[in-house]
């Protein structure tokens, strides 16, 4: 873990181009806000789209078919009529990070459309493809070892808590600083 701490310092450390940018989707980000409300909810019970779109300023129609993206891929339950609503298919605490993500957006990291490990890069940019493979590694270690149940209570991880403490990670090196 602390491999990946450091990976992930060092990266997050390093200018970059706008164009370089690993971004999380806004969609992804909205699926994860989404099953966090789905998470606290009380066992048994069904959330209205509306009631969360409302919590967490979604726009209710990308609300609505990020939701129908999570019930195809497993994710939510979904129940139809005025008693109807929303709620995590399985427990909080099974769901990770990444098992949303790539629901919504597939990989969690590709490089130009392809993943990490096929791509052939020659000449001096020929150990480019193991620093690709080590930051999906990196990344998959927050977002595999996160579950939604860790995010709502705030016991995360020890490797996101470490980085998340460092004010480094906290300070946006795009645009680089003049």
Request: aromatic share 4%; net charge positive; glycine share 8%.
């Amino acid at each position: 873990m602390a491999a990946i701490v450091a990976l992930l310092t060092f990266c997050v450390n390093k200018p970059v181009r706008q164009d370089q940018l690993m971004q999380i989707t806004a969609k992804s980000d909205y699926a994860l806000r989404a099953m966090c409300v789905l998470a606290v909810a009380e066992e048994g019970s069904v959330v209205k789209a509306a009631e969360i779109a409302a919590a967490q300023d979604i726009p209710p129609n990308f609300l609505d078919a990020i939701l129908v993206q999570l019930r195809r891929g497993g994710m939510v339950t979904s129940r139809r009529g005025p008693g109807g609503g929303h709620q995590l298919a399985r427990p909080a605490w099974s769901i990770t990070l990444a098992d949303v993500v790539r629901v919504m957006d597939g990989p969690l990291t590709l490089i130009h459309g392809q993943r990490p490990e096929e791509l052939t890069h020659s000449g001096p940019a020929g150990r480019l493809q193991d620093v690709w493979v080590a930051v999906r590694a990196a990344l998959r270690g927050i977002m595999e070892e996160t579950t939604l149940q860790q995010v709502v209570t705030g016991e995360l991880p020890s490797a996101v808590s470490a980085l998340a403490k460092d004010n480094r990670s906290w300070t946006s090196v795009w645009p680089r600083p003049s």
